[in-house]
């Protein structure tokens, strides 16, 4: 049962580098989410997707970009890092049909721009 | 715009004891779910109960219960007989129906007492 699996679960990168946290789900489900945790502001959403090909803007977009290229992936492109990019990465994903918001996360990525 | 308030930062309880998180919420929706999740120190997000909005009759998984108060927009977690397995972050979180994402609180963090 693997469920929602991240990975890196943990980086460093430098101002200006870019990199991709990858996500994928077992569950075949339609609705994948990635947030960021910041401490003690809870989790905010960055993008969401409802379906292969379609993506939608969350809360706080700007600085990322995701791609729904399968049902099982959903990776989170980060370009030109910026130490306020700093945070806790979790990608979570829901079923369609009982669309009754039951969200299943992944372990976090943990990531420092330095 | 839809908001959820947890406005305990910190709570901690004695083992065996029962301790309640408070949660508030603000929406001009009629249809909608509410959630409690718990983050343990290993950082993955699991959901401990979930309320529909249209159902009277608070929810109840074994030591966990809500009380739902639609008129005031509250929805606390009462956790009885604590147990140190229990410490942990608790996000109370908002979902309407349809393709809407989740909202969630700050968190609660929840220390348990041996």
């Known amino acids: 049962n693997a469920g929602v699996t991240q990975t890196p679960k943990f980086r460093i990168l430098k101002i200006g580098q870019s990199m991709t946290l990858q996500c994928a789900q077992d569950m075949n489900h339609n609705y994948m989410y990635w947030y960021r945790q910041d401490p003690g502001m809870g989790l905010k959403l960055i993008y969401y997707s409802v379906g292969a090909g379609i993506t939608d803007k969350g809360e706080v977009p700007n600085g990322y970009n995701v791609s729904r290229s399968t049902t099982e992936d959903f990776p989170l492109r980060l370009e030109l890092a910026a130490p306020s990019q700093t945070s806790v990465y979790f990608c979570?994903?829901?079923?369609?049909?009982?669309?009754?918001?039951?969200?299943?996360f992944g372990e976090g990525s943990r990531l420092t721009v330095l | 715009a839809q908001t959820v308030t947890q406005s305990q930062p910190e709570m901690s309880v004695q083992e065996a004891e029962t301790v309640t998180l408070s949660c508030t919420y603000d929406t001009s929706e009629s249809d909608y779910y509410l959630f409690w999740y718990k983050q343990p120190p290993s950082r993955q997000m699991i959901l401990v109960i979930r309320q529909e909005a249209y159902k009277q009759q608070n929810a109840t998984e074994n030591r966990f219960s809500v009380n739902f108060q639609k008129a005031a927009k509250s929805f606390s977690l009462k956790i009885s007989d604590s147990q140190l397995g229990d410490a942990a972050m608790y996000f109370c979180?908002?979902?309407?129906?349809?393709?809407?994402?989740?909202?969630f609180g700050k968190g609660t963090r929840l220390s348990v007492i041996a």
């Open positions: 979180a908002l979902k309407f129906s349809g393709n809407t994402p989740l909202v």
């Open positions: 979570a994903s829901s079923y369609s049909r009982k669309n009754t918001g039951e969200l299943f």
